[in-house]
């Protein structure tokens, strides 16, 4: 059973910076590509950033293109969001994600979010 636990969320004013972290519990982490989403309120939730299972960054979403950095290690079996000049409308439960492929069948894992605001 794949388990993610992020952290790391909470309080930062504009331009602030926070990292959130993902341990995931799938011992194929490093096998499998890892995203971070985030939904804000009354909205859908859209893709921030990919990473390859061997660590290459990919789908920055344009709004974080150049101040948001996805990163692994795949020892730890941890995926992180560096962020950076934040801005208010990034604010949003950020979600880590596993897509696990079975056949033609996608299988999505989610953990439980954490919470990014960032207000004067």
């Known amino acids: 059973q794949v388990q993610l636990v992020e952290s790391g969320g909470g309080l930062v004013q504009p331009g602030g910076s926070l990292t959130l972290s993902c341990a995931a519990s799938e011992f194929a982490f490093s096998t499998f590509n890892m995203h971070w989403y985030r939904q804000a309120p009354g909205k859908e939730r859209d893709l921030v950033a990919s990473i390859t299972f061997d660590g290459t960054p990919f789908n920055y979403a344009p709004s974080v293109k150049g101040r948001f950095t996805i990163s692994r290690n795949n020892n730890k079996n941890m995926v992180y969001l560096q962020m950076n000049d934040l801005k208010p409308e990034d604010t949003a439960v950020y979600f880590c994600?596993?897509?696990?492929?079975?056949?033609?069948?996608?299988?999505?894992?989610w953990g439980q979010g954490t919470q990014v605001t960032v207000s004067p």
């Open positions: 994600n596993l897509k696990e492929r079975v056949g033609l069948t996608v299988n999505d894992y």
